[in-house]
Structures are given as structure tokens and as C-alpha cells.
């Protein structure tokens, strides 16, 4: 069983491995062992997925999920297969963290009267400078 958090877990049954042969490092034995791990699971149809991070989830990893809503993690990292199941385990763990707590919404904050002052203030100023560079009008018109 996969524990994310104390409400979170997602029964051993739900995920499906399958294993390849590996690129990367190995020497020879990289020929004839199965050491890539390939992680199979279904959050749209997981029942021990609640609604909302369900959705958070969906919305943020949609765009890995086959057209049959599985997402596929793999791992060849180690020549262990052991290792690279528990690597996608926890791949699969951080994933679900990651939209397992609803964002704080964000309050529009008004800026203070003090920051609007300092603000006009210097536009004041700005705008004294320039109008001191200015050439002199004639009042000949």
C-alpha cells in the first residue's frame, strides 16, 4: 500500500508494474535483466482519491495521462528493479502531495495611503524636474 498521508492511500491492487530491459548502466547484465519498472495507475477511476485532489491532479497532470487516463511513470535509474519500483512509488507519492493540499486563495491587498503619498510625491517631483528644463515662454503672444 502506497501511504501519501494519513487520508491518502492507495491500495497495492490499483497499481499495476511492468518490467523491461534497462538502458543506462549495467555492463553486460543490461542484456538479459528486466530492471526497468514501469508504473501503471488510474487516477480517474481510484476510489481512494478524493474529489478535489482528484481534480487538482487531473488539472495539473492531465497532459501526462494516456487517452485511457492511466499514468505511466518508469524508472531505469538503478540496475535494481526493487529500487526502481520504490523510485516511481515515489515519484507517484510526491505527485499526489503536490495537489493534496488545497491553495490558499489569494486576497487582493489595497495599497496604504502612506505608499499612494510617496507615490504622487515623487511624481510631483518627477514632474518639477522637467518642467524646470523647459524653455521659458514669452509672454508675447
Known amino acids: 500500500m502506497l501511504i501519501v498521508t494519513n487520508s491518502i492511500q492507495i491500495p497495492d491492487d490499483e497499481l499495476q508494474f511492468t518490467f523491461a530491459r534497462s538502458s543506462g548502466p549495467g555492463g553486460q547484465n543490461v542484456n538479459k535483466v528486466n530492471s526497468k519498472a ?16 482528484r481534480e487538482r491532479f487531473l488539472t495539473r497532470f ?12 518508469s524508472s531505469q535509474q538503478s540496475r535494481d528493479q526493487a529500487r526502481n519500483m520504490e523510485d516511481c512509488l515515489e515519484r507517484l507519492k510526491e505527485m499526489i502531495l503536490s495537489v493534496a493540499r488545497k491553495p490558499v486563495a489569494r486576497r487582493p491587498t489595497k495599497p496604504t495611503r502612506g505608499s499612494q503619498r510617496r507615490r504622487l510625491e515623487g511624481k510631483r517631483r518627477q514632474s518639477g524636474k522637467k518642467q524646470d528644463r523647459r524653455r521659458p515662454s514669452s509672454g508675447d503672444d
Do not use: K, Q
Not at 514501469?38 to 485532489?53: E, G, H, I, Y
Not at 492531465?62 to 511513470?73: H, I, K, N, S, V
Open 38 to 53: 514501469v508504473l501503471r495507475w488510474s487516477p480517474v477511476t481510484s476510489p481512494n482519491l478524493p474529489a478535489d485532489v
Open 62 to 73: 492531465g497532459a501526462r495521462l494516456t487517452t485511457e487516463g492511466e499514468l505511466l511513470l
